[in-house]
């Protein structure tokens, strides 16, 4: 069974910076894809951004520039570093194991960590 658990979230005043972590038990074959995505209050889950194994990344274009999206491998573990946060980047942040980049296929998830963003 694959767990992958998020750390990291809290309250953070706008402006400041979070770093998410996410740890996955192991990774299975196809899915070695690690993103991360968010569903705001009342919201569709939206995605934010995805990192193969090689490291090649794609991000959200609402979150180019503060966002990072970073992994590593011995730890199977991925980080979001989120910086000059915003008031609109409250959500619950999620990771999944997806099979490509453009994280249309995800098909195990965390459970999420709480981001509040306050004014």
């Known amino acids: 069974q694959v767990q992958l658990v998020e750390s990291g979230g809290g309250l953070v005043q706008a402006g400041g910076s979070v770093r998410l972590s996410c740890a996955a038990s192991s990774l299975p074959f196809g899915r070695d894809v690690m993103a991360w995505f968010r569903r705001p209050l009342g919201k569709e889950r939206a995605f934010v951004a995805a990192?193969?194994?090689?490291?090649?990344?794609n991000y959200a274009d609402s979150v180019k520039g503060r966002l990072s999206i970073s992994r590593d491998n011995t730890k199977n573990t991925m980080y979001l570093q989120m910086n000059s946060l915003k008031p609109e980047d409250t959500a619950v942040y999620y990771c999944?194991?997806?099979?490509?980049?453009?994280?249309?296929?995800?098909?195990?998830w965390g459970q999420g960590t709480q981001v509040t963003v306050s004014s």
């Open positions: 999944a194991l997806c099979t490509s980049v453009r994280a249309t296929l995800c098909d195990y």
């Open positions: 990192i193969s194994f090689s490291g090649i990344i």
